[in-house]
């Protein structure tokens, strides 16, 4: 039998035989699920005026957190902890600048004292507490909140160093204007800034000190000449001064020269022929 009857007859057999091939099962997809016409805005089944759209989804709220801790303190402003809250009363003893009891401390405050608190007010460097009244009060640098105290404070001092704006301020709100006042009058002398003028130091002014000049003597000082400040150490020094801007052990002196004329001696060179010493002729 050739190639082709046996390919021939291997087909036929095939499609004699049943199809043993499972079909595939096939399940149907659930229809989509309809509003009720109770739920369905603007309308009521068929009588309603509109119909449902299937395709629409409710979208649903998200819950609001409670970002409520119940088991902390209400935030009042003044912070948690007790140095924070301290410092808030210290600050405000400052600006008030007089002594406030307990009771109008914890009404800033918006809390009440506890015995810790109250022993960190009493012992603080910058409060000054009174037991009878049971008030507290800032301790500035200086006790000073007057325009008389400050004079009184300049009179006594011993030394001409000045005292500094800054630490007049603290604690005193009205230092500068009382500042302006005094220096006005002439009572006390005050250094400015260069920048925006503002006070920074400030003297007495000491009205027995002061001397009336005549106006002859003004007259010829006025008439010196002053030179230049770059040639000024220079005319000092041959007038026979010291400049004060220059260091004296700097300054060179001129040296003085010797008139009289040195000799200069013959320069002789080392004798190593000694065993000639006899023999040879000395030219000196």
């Known amino acids: 039998m050739s190639l082709n009857a046996k390919l021939n007859s291997f087909k036929s057999g095939v499609m004699g035989q049943g199809n043993f091939a499972q079909a595939r099962r096939h399940i149907p997809s659930p229809a989509p699920t309809q509003p009720s016409p109770a739920s369905t805005p603007g309308g009521s089944g068929a009588n309603g005026g509109s119909t449902s759209n299937p395709n629409s989804v409710t979208k649903k709220k998200k819950p609001v957190k409670n970002n409520i801790v119940y088991s902390q303190p ?5 912070g948690q902890y007790i140095m924070t809250q301290v410092l808030h009363l210290v600050e405000h003893l400052k600006e008030v600048e007089k002594p406030l009891t307990r009771l109008q401390l914890e009404d800033f405050l918006q809390k009440p004292l506890d015995s810790t608190m109250v022993e960190v007010l009493k012992g603080h460097d910058k409060l000054v507490y009174d037991h009878v009244s049971d008030s507290y009060a800032f301790k500035p640098l200086h006790n000073i909140r007057s325009a008389q105290q400050l004079l ?8 001409a160093q000045g005292l500094s704006v800054k630490e007049l301020k603290d604690g005193w709100s009205g230092a500068l204007q ?14 400015r800034t260069k920048k925006d003028g503002q006070a920074r130091m400030v003297w007495i002014n000491d009205k027995s000190l002061n001397v009336n000049i005549d106006d002859e003597f003004k007259t010829i000082w006025e008439k010196i000449v002053i030179p230049p400040p770059a040639e000024l150490p220079g005319e000092l020094e041959r007038a026979g001064l010291k400049p004060t801007s220059v260091d004296p052990a700097t300054i060179k002196k001129a040296m003085q020269k010797d008139t009289s004329k040195k000799t200069k001696k013959p320069r002789r060179g080392r004798i190593t022929n000694t065993h000639l010493a006899g023999m040879l002729r000395d030219y000196n």
């Open 152 to 159: 009184t404070h300049l009179q006594a001092s011993t030394t």
């Open 74 to 78: 209400a935030d009042t402003g003044m």
């Open 178 to 191: 009382t500042i302006d006042d005094l220096e006005a009058s002439k009572d006390i002398l005050v250094t």
